[in-house]
């Protein structure tokens, strides 16, 4: 790959051009926005940010730093994974999501038996992530229909036929 591959100047497009991908950009956002994983991936983070409120004293301090910060990451690597066509930064962003969702989901075992937490809010909590593992089930699908890359994982986790 070439540099000059990187050095694209969007000053240099005519106004038509411009708009055109502002246009596609705009869409794409969109279609990001009203995903149904990124919905409950926004979901999950509402829930978690009201359920950390709701903890207090040594459950507080054990858990709402990592909770939210797992909320956080999966939304984030959504975002990210949803926005490429790149397989090897899907398969990427998938096992970090993967990671920080299980997080949640058995916390949910540790909050229940550990700490003095809202029963309620962690029952909500666990079905929310069951929903969220089987739309991100679905989503893994669609991988298979990126275009293979010229270049390979260079770790070797992710190899591709």
């Known amino acids: ?3 000059d591959d990187f050095n694209f100047d969007f000053e240099n497009l005519s106004p038509e051009e411009q ?3 502002e246009r596609e950009f705009r869409e794409k956002q969109d279609k990001i926005k009203r995903h149904p994983l990124r919905k409950k991936g926004n979901e999950v983070y509402e829930i978690v940010s ?6 207090s004293g040594d459950a507080r301090e054990m858990y709402a730093g990592t909770l939210m910060e797992s909320a956080l990451i999966i939304n984030g690597k959504l975002a ?3 926005a490429t066509n790149n397989w090897l930064i899907c398969m990427q962003n998938a096992s970090i999501i993967r990671y920080h969702a299980e997080y949640i989901l ?5 909050l229940t038996a550990f700490t003095n937490a809202d029963k309620d ?3 909500v909590l666990r079905t929310t992530m069951q929903e969220f593992r089987e739309l991100f089930k679905e989503w893994v699908k669609s991988f298979d229909s990126l275009e293979k890359e010229d270049f390979e994982d260079e ?3 992710f190899l591709r036929d």
């Open 50 to 55: 009201a359920f950390i409120e709701s903890l």
């Open 106 to 110: 058995t916390s949910t075992s540790g």
């Open 1 to 3: 790959m070439d540099d």
């Open 19 to 21: 708009e055109e991908l």
């Open 80 to 82: 990210g994974a949803m």
């Open 121 to 123: 809010y962690v029952k």
């Open 155 to 157: 770790w070797g986790l």
